[in-house]
Nanobody, 124 residues
Framework: QVQLVESGGGLVQAGGSLRLSCAAS????????MAWFRQAPGKEREFVAG????????YYADSMKGRFTIFRVNAVNAVYLQINSLKPEDTAVYYC?????????????????WGQGTQVTVSS
């Protein structure tokens, strides 16, 4: 079992930056991946970025390339999402997810574990 706890969300002005954190506890996996999704009000949850448990091979949704950076710090068993040049349309609840043995999934069904989410609100 894996527990995921997100933090780092908040209210930020457009153009600013945020770094979201996801602390994982419980099991770790030699394969598999961790990822970030987001869900804006009234919209479906969408994939943002993913990375292997090892911290290599990051991958992004096409629309997220450029302003979003995912990275993992193995020493503290956490994954991070750096968001730069924030826009009001980035307002959403951001969720951390983990999978035991797959890499590259962009659908929610590809992940076994989920955090509770952290709210990001970008004001114009």
């Amino acid at each position: 079992q894996v527990q995921l706890v997100e933090s780092g969300g908040g209210l930020v002005q457009a153009g600013g930056s945020l770094r979201l954190s996801c602390a994982a506890s419980g099991r770790t996996f030699s394969s598999g991946s961790m990822a970030w999704f987001r869900q804006a009000p009234g919209k479906e949850r969408e994939f943002v970025a993913g990375i292997r448990w090892s911290g290599t091979n990051a991958y992004y949704a096409d629309s997220m390339k450029g302003r979003f950076t995912i990275f993992r710090v193995n020493a503290v068993n956490a994954v991070y999402l750096q968001i730069n040049s924030l826009k009001p349309e980035d307002t959403a609840v951001y969720y951390c997810a983990a999978d035991r043995d797959r890499w590259g999934a962009t659908a929610m069904s590809g992940y076994d574990y989920w955090g509770q989410g952290t709210q990001v609100t970008v004001s114009s």
